[in-house]
């Protein structure tokens, strides 16, 4: 990186900058906290805050929780109900 690389060659004081907008100011840590990866068991719970379900699905079938054929959608007949 040249910039970093000229910025500690040229001795700039950095300490008043806070970081990029999506941790701007976030110098305890609790913002990093609330990005940290949650284990399956925080996340399979009723009522979970959960939803990035890309991830969720990519962590299931990781974890062998969850088969690729059980998230293929079934076809049916057209003009069958759903549920039936």
Partial sequence: MVIKRAIRELEFDTSHLLGQGYNRGDVSGILRENRRTRSLDEILVKASI??????????LL???????????????????ASGS
């Fill in 50 to 59: 959960y939803h990035t379900t890309a991830h969720l699905k990519r962590r």
């Fill in 62 to 80: 990781a974890a062998q929780l969850l088969t690729t054929a059980a998230t293929r959608a079934t076809p049916r007949p057209c003009g069958e």
